[in-house]
Nanobody, 123 residues
Framework: QVQLVESGGGLVQPGGSLRLSCAGSGRSLHHYAVGWFRQAPGKEREVVSC????????FPSDAVKGRFTIARDNAKNTVYLFMYPLKPEDKDVYYC????????????????WGQGTQVTVAS
């Protein structure tokens, strides 16, 4: 079983940056595809980006392509989401989750989820 804890969220101005962390315990995240997701109140949770376990290939969504970068630190068993430049529409609760096999846009395939971290982008 894998436990995930997100951190790094907060309030930032438009054009600013944040680094979100997804710290894993219980098993090495190296064995899993790790995805970042976000959800606004009343909306469905959506994929932001995903890092494949097989070759660390990355799959950012069109909304964040060129602005957000996902990266692994296997020594720290942590996956990061670097976010820059942030826009007001990026305001959401951000979650990380893991699955065996390749990255997927099907959220039901992700077995383990963190509790989420809030990102707010406002002047």
């Amino acid at each position: 079983q894998v436990q995930l804890v997100e951190s790094g969220g907060g309030l930032v101005q438009p054009g600013g940056s944040l680094r979100l962390s997804c710290a894993g315990s219980g098993r090495s995240l190296h064995h899993y595809a790790v995805g970042w997701f976000r959800q606004a109140p009343g909306k469905e949770r959506e994929v932001v980006s995903c890092s494949s376990s097989r070759d660390d290939s990355k799959f950012p969504s069109d909304a964040v392509k060129g602005r957000f970068t996902i990266a692994r630190d296997n020594a720290k068993n942590t996956v990061y989401l670097f976010m820059y430049p942030l826009k007001p529409e990026d305001k959401d609760v951000y979650y990380c989750a893991t699955k065996f096999g390749p990255c997927s846009h099907d959220l039901t395939e992700y077995a383990y989820w963190g509790q989420g971290t809030q990102v707010t982008v406002a002047s």
